[in-house]
């Protein structure tokens, strides 16, 4: 699922004495303290796999009980459907990833939305301290997070309309962004949630 090296690489810059395991193994995902999902690339790929490893019920778990961190695909697998592939996501959160529209209709604007962008703080969270309310960080995507309850939006951003770009609620937050590449505001971000306790 694409940038776990580079998640797992950043994790350990802000927490070395944590131990940080990238896996599958439903067994290790159940023993973990606290679960991070990265993902770059289709939705219907990381939902295959998924299921494939046997990592689903496992994730579904955690979901449900560990302080959870979903990155790009790891954010986007927990709304109901994706467009992507017309997929079926965990259906942990109501709502939709819809593609963005056509280039076209976005005033010339380039798919997918890649690069630095500012993120809007749309409510105050743990993991947004000591991150200024309008920091940028770094995107790659061509779906994006439509939450049915605008209450989940932690965070919006705009690409030729404005979207929710992080999700929030009880002991989960998600983001669109790659905080593992969005330097010190990325960073921090990691840094917070390693510590979180929601």
């Known amino acids: 699922m694409g940038n776990l090296r580079s ?3 950043a994790l350990e ?3 070395p004495e944590a131990e940080v395991l990238v896996t599958a193994e439903p067994e290790l995902i159940r023993a973990a303290e606290r679960v991070v999902v990265p993902g770059q690339g289709a939705l219907p790929d990381c939902m295959r796999s998924l299921t494939e490893s046997g990592a689903r019920e496992a994730v579904l778990e955690a979901l449900a009980t560990k302080p959870y961190l979903g990155i790009c695909l790891g ?4 709304f109901e459907h994706g467009e992507e592939g017309d997929t079926r996501g965990l ?3 109501g709502g939709q990833v819809p593609r963005f529209a056509q280039a076209g209709e976005m005033s010339g604007l380039k ?3 890649m690069g630095w962008n500012e993120v809007l703080q749309d409510k105050p969270h743990a993991l947004w301290a000591g991150i200024g309310a309008r920091s940028r960080f770094y995107f790659v995507h061509s779906y994006y997070p439509a939450p049915a309850d605008r209450a989940l939006s932690a965070a919006s951003c705009v ?10 609620r009880d002991n989960i937050f998600a983001v669109q962004f790659h905080p593992e590449k969005s330097q010190s ?6 840094s917070n ?3 979180w306790r929601p």
């Open 75 to 78: 954010l986007q697998m927990l």
């Open 91 to 93: 259906g942990v959160l």
């Open 185 to 190: 505001s990325g960073l921090q971000l990691l």
């Open 13 to 15: 810059h802000v927490a």
């Open 159 to 168: 690409y030729g309309a404005p979207f929710t770009c992080a999700v929030a």
């Open 193 to 195: 949630f390693i510590r």
């Open 111 to 113: 798919i997918p939305h």
């Open 7 to 9: 998640v797992s690489k």
